[in-house]
């Protein structure tokens, strides 16, 4: 009789009053390892279900896993965290998926593997199987998103069915509890450069009489925020460098004297808008660096080399020297703006001619903070801790 520590797959599957088709599920995973002669165990991961669904797991010959902590996430990591088995194939329990299809994915993770997702779209979707929203719109653009972010070579993101070496997926440190967890699991995998590969797999309709957990708007925003909060570059960097160059390129443009375009003049009220994209670039831009900084020592995001080059060159000493610089410049600026209302006598002077001088010195005035600020920030959030 082979012991737990040779059993070579764990069937995770999540729960929560699946009692209408639980009993399906589990019967079809035991068949499963049964008919292709494979080593392994059964688990059902239950967040407290109150229909009997405890019961109907264990007479079918799965073990059960209670799960205090609600979400879907928090129902999955404490099943893996249990298993048994070296690799773990999770999948719903609502006969969505056919566990039948155990081998393709165990074929994959014996290549060497280390995360293997379902593709329904290169499979199959049966018809009801996935919402017109949830197939045309929500899972191509939240599959497109993880491709550009993260270069995933997944298709189809968020499919519910996925195996995976547990060792593997424990390493990653995976936090999430909600629906969000299966975003977070391809994510941190790319990010700890996991190998990745698809199978093609069939979606079937839910064999469920009752509305699935899942909620269209409120877990899709939940997986579009996850993507957002682990990319620092899209959702800060790149944002704020194109809003800082933007404004600094209508700035130059604008400070020599009035633009006509057509019948349309641009003048200071323009450059007042543009000097403060400039600010609101460099704010951003150090939202970038600061939660890269933050995420690397949080152990959310992995240590980036280039990153860390870039830091052995521009330290606390070169912000605060860039800081004073632009802080040196400011003032000239306005020195010379003052000289100028010293030679008018200190009276009036054109509004269109003095507030191109007086608002980019409040601009280096505001960067020069900035830059001495946000350099003892980084410095603060960089620092070694045991």
């Not at 392994?40 to 079918?60: C, K, L, W, Y």
């Not at 491709?147 to 189809?156: G, L, S, T, V």
């Not at 802080?327 to 010379?336: F, N, S």
Request: aromatic share 10%; with cysteine.
């Amino acid at each position: 009789m082979q012991t737990m520590s040779e059993l070579a797959v764990t069937i995770l599957m999540p729960c929560l009053n699946e009692a209408e088709t639980l009993a399906f599920c589990v019967r079809q995973a035991v068949a499963a390892l049964r008919d292709n002669n494979i080593s392994g165990e059964v688990v059902v991961a239950d967040n407290g279900s109150t229909d009997g669904s405890q019961e109907i797991a264990t007479d079918e010959g799965a073990r059960v896993v209670p799960v205090p902590v609600r979400g879907y996430g928090a129902a999955l990591m404490a099943g893996i965290e249990a298993a048994h088995g070296k690799y773990v194939l999770m999948a719903d329990a609502d006969a969505s998926y056919d566990f039948g299809q155990l081998p393709r994915f165990l074929a994959k993770l014996e290549e060497g593997n280390d995360l293997v997702m379902g593709n329904r779209f290169s499979g199959e979707i049966k018809p009801g199987a996935m919402p017109p929203l949830h197939r045309y719109l929500g899972n191509p653009v939240l599959s497109a998103i993880g491709r550009i972010f993260f270069k995933i070579p997944a298709r189809d993101f968020h499919c519910g069915i996925r195996a995976f070496r547990r060792d593997a997926m424990l390493g990653l440190n995976l936090r999430t509890t909600g629906m969000e967890f299966a975003s977070e699991m391809v994510v941190k995998s790319s990010l700890a450069n996991l190998r990745l590969a698809e199978v093609p797999t069939t979606l079937s309709p839910d064999g469920r009489s009752r509305a699935p957990h899942l909620r269209t708007w409120r877990d899709g925003w939940r997986h579009l925020r996850f993507l957002l909060l682990f990319s620092p570059r899209w959702l800060f960097l790149y944002p704020g460098i194109i809003t800082f160059f933007v404004g600094a390129l209508l700035s130059l443009w604008l400070l020599p004297g009035p633009q006509t375009v057509g019948r349309w003049t641009f003048d200071v009220d323009t450059l007042t808008y543009s000097l403060g994209l400039v600010l609101i670039g460099a704010h951003i831009s150090v939202f970038a660096v600061s939660a890269r900084v933050f995420g690397t020592q949080e152990g959310f995001l992995p240590p980036n080399p280039k990153f860390e080059r870039i830091f052995n060159y521009i330290n606390l000493e070169v912000g605060l020297i860039f800081g004073c610089i632009l802080l040196l410049v400011g003032l000239g600026i306005l020195g010379y703006a003052v000289n100028i209302w010293h030679g008018a006598g200190f009276g009036d002077l054109s509004p269109q001619r003095m507030l191109r001088l007086t608002l980019p010195s409040a601009t280096c005035f505001m960067l020069g903070v900035e830059a001495i600020f946000g350099s003892f920030f980084l410095s603060l959030l960089g620092m070694n801790r045991r």
